[in-house]
Each structure stands twice: as structure tokens, then as C-alpha cells.
């Protein structure tokens, strides 16, 4: 054998260093055990026959130690001592909780947003959220030029390498006939139930009153449910003004330009118009005590109103806006604002009386370089923090570790309490015999320690850096398959499927009756004898 020149030596270390360099740049994915199916840094193999063994299972309404046997995706049987075949793979949960996949209803994967896109598209963002235990999430799709049908084609376009399953939300950004007539072909024929409605972000997404209230008719009439983002945006960009005239540029002023008030002011507005439509409203983001007492009040009254908690608004405050390094507050922004230190617990109270109803994220992850686009004025701050992968741990380890949340309260307000309200319970959000084999086993006894350096969203940052809790998702199965283990994903870019999610939930339950009842208290028109004089 002839001896290696030198130089050729020299090229091939090169060669090495560089592809080495390559994948250690490429997001950490497969340098923390990432698989990318049957190409790239490994292969994904999994048995279509599964029997988790000896876990408590746990479902939002009951829980016992059993067995789960799952077979081709679903289901088949839920029992203590199952009997199975010996062709089946076998993950011992004894001493575990096996719940639902988390279901995260509040995402923007691969958004166009002020100026750029959010920085994990369908696949880095799935793959994030099974490493999470999260295994189903909800993402809002952006009309292109105001047509619903061309943005859910684009966003059928961008969810082509989904690694798990996903639905639709509908953003509604402007008013007219073609809209009302693509809001009944989404709901009829494309499997959306939702819509969202912007009272905030003047000049782009932010709607009228008007338009709002067009928005809630045709929403009731299709049995679809109406969502808002409460933040009144008049108001807003008066105070972004305001503050940019007292020579406040950082992201502190982020949040001192739309304080509390101003949540709590357009929530009671969506509140009080979808009252007078007579239709269920959900409220996105819900960040403040502000906000939040005004839903306590609809609700007490009987009006149907969902509350949405983010674990942002759960964990955090604001007191690193003010942080001196730009790069460590900008990635704090998004709308609205994480608040100050106390809106969390009150968050966390509310959540657990059952005054909000679930937990999603709001992720809408940016990195340091887009941040730092509003590095000379807030107002050019890309808005969104990460929360994917975190959301399920975090959870657990802030409201089940502390006693705020039952572990059944827990599976209730991860995944089943979303299952129901979108209408795709038992299906998702449930181990029982015939739902999606979307199953987690959890370790309460493990810890998790949360850092950009090791995450799977594309983001160089975290805002949960450096926490530390108890509860680690140690197994995450989809659709029936293994894709995180040991510290290990083996995901497969197409896997993921699009979940049609039907309309009239049952959160449309009685509310024919309510406009029967309306109808016969208005006691008019009244039979007036016109005068003859």
C-alpha cells in the first residue's frame, strides 16, 4: 500500500474538520441524538405492535396502573396484565406516568412576521415538540393578500416535511363577501374550526369592531370557533409613541407601551360583542390579571369564554427586559408582554380553580440576529418567544411539583381539555382503546435542565435558560412510533399528519336554546294603533 501524501493528508483533515463543523452548526439535531429516517445521521425503526408495561396511566378523568397495547398507531387496549404476543416491543413504565401526548394549541411555525420568519419551520419545531413530549400542535395559518384559500395552500405547502401531527387555525385579516364564502370552504371541506381575529397590530394583522363583529356571525352560523388576540391596538400604537418620545428605545419599552389595561380592555370588548352575537369566544395568550378577572367574570355570568394560559405567562416576568445585554432582553419581547412579577402567580391560581382552561405557547421563536433587528427602536423587535419543547416539563414542574395541579388536572390542561374544545377528543388527548397511540411516559422523579445548548428549535436562545425542574419526559411515542428515547429523536420529515378537526365542539352546546330564550324576553314589536289625527 503506497504511503498518503502529505497534502493529501492535509485535505482530508480539512475535509473532516469541516463537515464536522457543518454538523455541530446545524441546530443541534444530530449531535444530541437527533435521527433523520432512513438518510442523514441515522435510521428510524419501529414495530407496528407496542405494549408499554406496568405505568400509571393517566387520563383527565381517571387513573390506574395498567398496561397499553398499541397496534399499527392505535390503541387496541388499556389493561392491567396484558397478554401479547412475543413479535410486540416492550418499554417498561413501572414507577412512570403514561398520559397523552401534550397538544399545543397556540404555534407560528415558519411565519412571516414583521420583516422575517420565524426561525423553526414545520420540521425543526415538530421535532422540538416531541423531544417535549408535546405531540400534536395547533398552528395559525396567514392569509396571503386576504385569501384564506391561497394561505391555507401555502401553509399546506410549508407543513410538507411534518414529523408529527398538526391542525389549522384561520387568521382573518380583512372583511368581504369571498371571505365569509372561504370561511364556510374551510370549515366544510378543509377541516378548520377556528378562527383568529387581531385586535392588536395596527397597520397589519389588527381588525375593527366592525369586521370583528361579521367575523363572530359567520363563525356562530358554521359552528366554528372564534379566537382573539386581546390587545386594544389603537391604543397600543399610541403608546409606542408616547414612549418613543421619552427616549425609550429598548425592550423595556415594549412593555411599557401596551400595559395590562390594555389586554384587559379588548378582552372585555371581544367578550361583551361575542355575548351580544351569542357565540363562544376563546382568548389567546391570556397575560395578565387584567385580562384574566375579566374572563372570571364571563364565565361566572355563564357566558362561554375559553381562557388560554402560555407557559411564558405562567413562569416568567419582566424583569429581564430591563437587562443591560440587548441580545438577553430582546428575546423576551413578544405581545403581549410578559408582565411583572405577580401576574404569574395569579396566572398559575387561575389555571388550577379552572378560571383558564389549558396551556399552549405562543411559539414564535426568533433568533439573535432577527432580534436584533429593533436593536435602535422596540417597535421593530420581531414578538415571540420559544416554548415547544418546554412547555410539557415546565408545567409539571411549576403546578404538579408545587400541588397547584392534580397529575389528572395536568393531562387535562396539556391535551385533553384542547382535544374537546377543537373537537378531536377521544381521538387525541386520551389513552383509551381506539385513540391515537400519542402516548408520553413521564418521569417524576427525573430532572430536566433547560439551555439553548442542548434544545431542538432552531433558536440560539431560551428564555427558560438555565431551569431546572423536576418531571422529564423520557419516552415520546407518535402515531404509535418511538421518537424519543433515551435522549434520542428518530424522526422522519412526511410522517406528521394533518388532523381535520370538525365543527359545532361542545362548546356550541345550548346555545340555540340561549337565542330561543333572547328571542322571547324581548317582548316586542309591540302592537301600536297608528293616530288618525
Same mark, same amino acid.
Given at each position: 500500500?503506497?504511503?498518503?501524501h502529505?497534502?493529501?493528508?492535509?485535505?482530508?483533515?480539512?475535509?473532516?474538520?469541516?463537515?464536522?463543523?457543518?454538523?455541530?452548526?446545524?441546530?443541534?439535531?444530530?449531535?444530541?441524538?437527533?435521527?433523520?429516517?432512513?438518510?442523514?445521521?441515522?435510521?428510524?425503526?419501529?414495530?407496528?405492535?407496542?405494549?408499554?408495561?406496568?405505568?400509571?396511566?393517566?387520563?383527565?378523568?381517571?387513573?390506574?396502573?395498567? &398496561?397499553?397495547?398499541?397496534?399499527?398507531g392505535?390503541?387496541?387496549?388499556?389493561?392491567?396484565?396484558?397478554?401479547?404476543?412475543?413479535?410486540?416491543?416492550?418499554?417498561?413504565?413501572?414507577?412512570?406516568?403514561?398520559?397523552?401526548?401534550?397538544?399545543?394549541?397556540?404555534?407560528?411555525?415558519?411565519?412571516?412576521?414583521?420583516?422575517?420568519?420565524?426561525?423553526?419551520?414545520?420540521?425543526?419545531? +415538530?421535532?422540538? #415538540?416531541?423531544?417535549?413530549?408535546?405531540?400534536?400542535?395547533?398552528?395559525?395559518?396567514?392569509?396571503?393578500?386576504?385569501?384564506?384559500?391561497?394561505?391555507?395552500? #401555502?401553509?399546506?405547502?410549508? #407543513?410538507?416535511?411534518?414529523?408529527?401531527?398538526?391542525?389549522?387555525?384561520?387568521?382573518?385579516?380583512?372583511? &368581504?363577501?369571498?371571505?365569509?364564502?372561504?370561511?364556510?370552504?374551510?370549515?366544510?371541506?378543509?377541516?378548520?374550526?377556528?378562527?383568529?381575529?387581531?385586535?392588536?397590530?395596527?397597520?397589519?394583522?389588527?381588525?375593527?369592531?366592525?369586521?370583528?363583529?361579521?367575523?363572530?356571525?359567520?363563525?356562530?352560523?358554521?359552528?366554528?370557533?372564534?379566537?382573539?388576540?386581546?390587545?386594544?391596538g389603537?391604543?397600543?400604537f399610541?403608546?409606542?409613541?408616547?414612549?418613543?418620545?421619552?427616549?425609550?428605545?429598548?425592550?423595556?419599552?415594549?412593555?411599557?407601551?401596551?400595559?395590562p389595561?390594555?389586554?384587559?380592555?379588548?378582552t372585555?370588548?371581544?367578550?361583551?360583542?361575542a355575548?351580544?352575537?351569542?357565540?363562544?369566544?376563546?382568548?389567546?395568550?391570556?397575560?395578565?390579571?387584567?385580562?384574566?378577572?375579566?374572563?372570571?367574570?364571563?364565565?361566572?355570568?355563564?357566558?362561554?369564554?375559553?381562557?388560554?394560559?402560555?407557559?411564558?405567562?405562567?413562569?416568567?416576568?419582566?424583569?429581564?427586559?430591563?437587562?443591560?445585554?440587548?441580545?438577553?432582553?430582546?428575546?423576551? @419581547?413578544?405581545?403581549?408582554?410578559?408582565?411583572?412579577?405577580?401576574?404569574?402567580?395569579?396566572? +398559575?391560581?387561575?389555571?388550577?380553580?379552572?378560571?383558564?382552561?389549558?396551556?399552549?405557547?405562543?411559539?414564535?421563536?426568533?433568533?439573535?440576529?432577527?432580534?436584533?433587528?429593533?436593536? &435602535?427602536?422596540?417597535?421593530?423587535?420581531?414578538n415571540?418567544?420559544?416554548?415547544?419543547?418546554?412547555?410539557?416539563?415546565?408545567?409539571?414542574?411549576?403546578?404538579?411539583?408545587?400541588?397547584?395541579?392534580?397529575?389528572?388536572?395536568?393531562?387535562?390542561?396539556?391535551?385533553?381539555?384542547? #382535544?374537546?374544545?377543537f373537537?378531536?377528543?377521544?381521538?387525541?388527548?386520551?389513552?383509551?382503546?381506539g385513540?391515537?397511540? &400519542?402516548?408520553?411516559?413521564?418521569?417524576?422523579?427525573?430532572?430536566?435542565t433547560i439551555?439553548?445548548?442542548?434544545?431542538?428549535?432552531?433558536?440560539?436562545?431560551?428564555?427558560?435558560?438555565?431551569?431546572?425542574?423536576?418531571?422529564?419526559?423520557? @419516552?415520546?411515542?407518535?402515531?404509535?412510533?418511538?421518537?424519543?428515547?433515551?435522549?434520542?429523536l428518530k424522526?422522519?420529515?412526511?410522517?406528521?399528519?394533518?388532523?381535520?378537526?370538525?365543527?359545532?365542539?361542545?362548546?356550541?352546546?345550548?346555545?340555540?336554546?340561549?337565542?330561543?330564550?333572547?328571542?322571547?324576553?324581548?317582548?316586542?314589536?309591540v302592537?301600536?294603533?297608528?293616530?288618525?289625527?
Open positions: 500500500m503506497a504511503p498518503i502529505p497534502l493529501c493528508l492535509f485535505f482530508s483533515l480539512s475535509l473532516l474538520l469541516f463537515a464536522t463543523s457543518q454538523l455541530h452548526s446545524s441546530h443541534h439535531f444530530c449531535d444530541v441524538g437527533m435521527v433523520y429516517g432512513e438518510t442523514g445521521c441515522g435510521a428510524s425503526s419501529s414495530s407496528s405492535k407496542l405494549l408499554i408495561k406496568g405505568g400509571t396511566v393517566v387520563n383527565a378523568h381517571h387513573q390506574e396502573v395498567a &398496561d397499553v397495547y398499541v397496534e399499527d392505535i390503541i387496541v387496549d388499556v389493561k392491567p396484565n396484558l397478554k401479547v404476543d412475543d413479535d410486540v416491543n416492550i418499554i417498561d413504565a413501572a414507577g412512570k406516568f403514561v398520559v397523552p401526548g401534550g397538544i399545543d394549541p397556540h404555534t407560528h411555525l415558519a411565519m412571516e412576521f414583521m420583516g422575517t420568519e420565524t426561525i423553526d419551520d414545520f420540521f425543526s419545531g +415538530q421535532a422540538a #415538540a416531541l423531544a417535549g413530549g408535546t405531540t400534536m400542535h395547533i398552528d395559525f395559518v396567514i392569509p396571503v393578500n386576504g385569501s384564506l384559500v391561497a394561505g391555507f395552500e #401555502a401553509y399546506v405547502n410549508k #407543513a410538507k416535511n411534518s414529523c408529527m401531527d398538526y391542525g389549522f387555525h384561520m387568521a382573518i385579516t380583512k372583511w &368581504d363577501e369571498a371571505v365569509s364564502r372561504e370561511m364556510e370552504v374551510m370549515v366544510k371541506e378543509k377541516g378548520i374550526n377556528s378562527f383568529k381575529f387581531f385586535l392588536a397590530y395596527k397597520g397589519s394583522l389588527m381588525i375593527s369592531d366592525e369586521l370583528l363583529l361579521e367575523g363572530l356571525k359567520q363563525c356562530k352560523s358554521l359552528g366554528a370557533i372564534a379566537m382573539v388576540h386581546a390587545e386594544n389603537d391604543a397600543v399610541e403608546g409606542q409613541k408616547r414612549i418613543i418620545e421619552l427616549g425609550i428605545t429598548g425592550p423595556e419599552g415594549h412593555a411599557l407601551s401596551r400595559p389595561a390594555l389586554e384587559a380592555e379588548a372585555g370588548r371581544a367578550i361583551r360583542l355575548g351580544f352575537v351569542n357565540t363562544p369566544l376563546y382568548v389567546v395568550h391570556v397575560m395578565s390579571i387584567d385580562a384574566m378577572e375579566e374572563i372570571a367574570k364571563a364565565r361566572k355570568s355563564g357566558q362561554k369564554v375559553i381562557g388560554e394560559a402560555v407557559v411564558s405567562g405562567l413562569v416568567l416576568n419582566d424583569s429581564k427586559l430591563w437587562d443591560p445585554d440587548f441580545v438577553t432582553a430582546s428575546k423576551y @419581547v413578544m405581545s403581549p408582554p410578559v408582565r411583572a412579577s405577580g401576574h404569574d402567580k395569579a396566572l +398559575q391560581a387561575a389555571l388550577s380553580t379552572g378560571v383558564l382552561q389549558l396551556v399552549g405557547t405562543d411559539h414564535c421563536a426568533f433568533n439573535s440576529t432577527q432580534k436584533a433587528l429593533g436593536i &435602535d427602536d422596540f417597535r421593530k423587535i420581531p415571540g418567544v420559544n416554548g415547544i419543547e418546554e412547555r410539557m416539563h415546565l408545567v409539571w414542574d411549576t403546578l404538579v411539583e408545587s400541588g397547584q395541579l392534580s397529575i389528572t388536572d395536568f393531562v387535562r390542561v396539556t391535551s385533553t381539555e384542547c #382535544a374537546k374544545i373537537n378531536i377528543y377521544p381521538r387525541k388527548g386520551a389513552i383509551l382503546a385513540s391515537d397511540a &400519542d402516548i408520553v411516559i413521564l418521569n417524576p422523579n427525573a430532572s430536566v439551555s439553548a445548548n442542548y434544545h431542538h428549535s432552531r433558536t440560539d436562545t431560551n428564555v427558560y435558560e438555565a431551569r431546572r425542574g423536576k418531571g422529564k419526559v423520557e @419516552v415520546t411515542i407518535a402515531g404509535g412510533r418511538v421518537v424519543w428515547e433515551n435522549d434520542h424522526v422522519i420529515p412526511g410522517s406528521g399528519k394533518f388532523i381535520e378537526m370538525p365543527p359545532f365542539s361542545y362548546l356550541f352546546s345550548g346555545i340555540d336554546k340561549a337565542d330561543a330564550s333572547y328571542l322571547s324576553s324581548l317582548k316586542a314589536p302592537k301600536r294603533f297608528k293616530s288618525t289625527a
